[in-house]
């Protein structure tokens, strides 16, 4: 597709379920990052994915998250034994990696809500 | 570690007058790039402005510029002539190889 894509848009679960979420970046893309935003609040970082470099995981919050990313195609993010305060939207982006400009193009977000 | 600081939690404006959102940045390298992101309520972020910190001029994109300090590490973005639809999250954001950091953002409300 043209854009970031990621799914499912929408996602409520109950606490203590495991939970899946897919990004499809830009073609071409070799840098994958994903975010975290709570209600009202700003970005925070989770984790990078640069080509074949190992990934930059020092923002996930606890060992419950976890991600995957095969060449330079989708990721998936997983969060394992829901909480509330797992209750965010998650959003995907992508970007040429360096020497190209880095502009990060986003997804949707998938809205997660654990009840 | 980079860090993005926006010091302005909630701006108002009314529509056609100029406002500025202030960033500042912490970093000790010498080659990276600042971005401004806009996210409206439907929460798809957009790319409002770019710069390269080796570029001396300050980017330009229709109504919106910025004013980089590099010695300062200072990027504030001007918009000029606001509009209804600028009313959005705006958020600052560094990127020098590593992670794409980005400031905890600026509400900013146009009034009519």
């Known amino acids: 597709g043209a854009g970031v894509s990621q799914s499912p848009s929408n996602k409520v679960t109950e606490k203590g379920k495991d939970v899946e979420l897919r990004c499809d970046p830009i073609s071409g893309h070799t840098a994958l990052y994903w975010y975290r935003q709570r209600l009202g609040q700003g970005l925070e970082f989770l984790i990078y994915f640069q080509g074949n470099s190992a990934p930059d995981k020092s923002g996930l919050p606890s060992d419950r998250f976890s991600a995957e990313r095969t060449g330079e195609s989708v990721s998936t993010l997983t969060i394992q034994r829901t909480q509330q305060e797992d209750s965010a939207v998650y959003l995907c982006a992508s970007s040429l990696g360096l020497p190209g400009i880095p502009e990060a193009f986003f997804g949707q977000g998938t809205r997660l809500t654990v009840v | 570690a980079q860090t993005v600081t926006q010091s302005q939690p909630e701006m108002s404006v009314q529509e056609a007058e100029t406002v500025t959102l202030s960033c500042t940045y912490d970093t000790s390298e010498n080659n990276y790039y600042l971005f401004w992101y806009k996210q409206p309520p439907s929460r798809q972020m957009i790319l409002v402005i770019r710069?390269?910190?080796?570029?001396?001029q300050n980017a330009t994109e229709n109504r919106f510029s910025v004013n980089f300090q590099k010695a300062a590490k200072s990027f504030s973005l001007k918009i000029s002539d606001s509009q209804l639809g600028d009313t959005a999250m705006y958020f600052c954001?560094?990127?020098?190889?590593?992670?794409?950091?980005f400031g905890k953002g600026t509400s900013l409300l146009v009034t009519p």
């Open positions: 954001a560094f990127f020098s190889g590593y992670a794409l950091n």
């Open positions: 710069q390269e910190a080796y570029k001396q």
